[in-house]
């Protein structure tokens, strides 16, 4: 079946870097793109960015600039979102999601990894 | 705050029926495709209606989903104590900031 599996969770220094990962089977991983949300506790889903599985190209959204990148290996069909000098307000739970998208306005995401927690505490 | 908008909370009694209000614009939900989303305490999201009124397979019919103008809607009868869960919509915004967005999510209480 389908399904991202995520990487565990991390407790991080303020000033660190963190490398979650977001390994895909059940489908071909270049077929679709892979986005990335964040949700901070207590708070709702917020849009990070995707990156294109076929070019390798990724697109941040406003707010996810400078310190957020996502990069691929797609020999093992995995990807990755690395976060550098984390601040305390980076503490949230981070999901992959897999996008299907017929073009036209017709996307959706499914299905989303289980979520890794990232917290970041002195 | 989100760019889409959503009640932040709804609640009724096991076997009613609840229905969820999306709000948005002509740059989002008037000109594309809603899909909604149930994250169940602890969990990640799950797909629950996509081209805003498809469901996945699985998902049982007592979700439907619905658009006109720039609203969506989704609507769940036959409640179950099971269904209590956050709700988001989900849809492509192609304005300036173009991307994917969501509403601000909606927490249901069953009673």
């Known amino acids: 079946q389908v399904q991202l599996v995520q990487s565990g969770s991390e407790l991080k220094n303020p000033g660190a870097s963190v490398k979650v990962s977001c390994k895909a089977s059940?489908?071909?991983?270049?077929?679709?793109?892979m986005n990335w949300v964040r949700q901070a506790p207590g708070h709702g889903l917020e849009w990070m960015g995707w990156?294109?599985?076929?070019?390798?190209?990724?697109t941040y959204a406003q707010g996810f600039t400078g310190r957020f990148v996502f990069s691929l290996d797609t020999s093992v069909s995995t990807a990755y979102l690395q976060i550098s000098s984390l601040k305390a307000e980076d503490t949230a739970v981070y999901y992959c999601?897999?996008?299907?998208?017929?073009?036209?306005?017709?996307?959706?995401?499914?299905?989303w990894g289980q979520g890794t927690l990232v917290t970041v505490s002195s | 705050q989100s760019v889409l908008t959503q009640p932040p909370s709804v609640s009724a009694a096991p076997g009613q029926k609840v229905t969820i209000s999306c709000s948005g614009s002509?740059?989002?939900?008037?000109?594309?495709?809603v899909s909604w989303y149930q994250q169940l305490p602890g969990t990640a999201p799950k797909l629950l209606i996509y081209?805003?009124?498809k469901r996945p397979s699985g998902i049982p019919d007592r979700f439907s989903g619905s658009k006109s103008g720039t609203s969506a809607t989704l609507g769940i009868t036959g409640l179950q104590t099971g269904d209590e869960a956050d709700y988001y919509c989900?849809?492509?915004?192609?304005?300036?900031?173009?991307?994917?967005?969501f509403g601000g999510g909606t927490k249901l209480t069953v009673l």
């Open positions: 999601a897999r996008e299907v998208n017929y073009g036209s306005g017709r996307n959706w995401f499914d299905p």
């Open positions: 059940g489908y071909t991983f270049t077929s679709y793109a």
């Open positions: 990156i294109n599985t076929n070019t390798g190209n990724p």
């Open positions: 002509s740059s989002n939900i008037g000109n594309n495709y």
């Open positions: 081209e805003n009124n």
């Open positions: 989900g849809t492509w915004d192609s304005s300036l900031s173009a991307g994917r967005v």
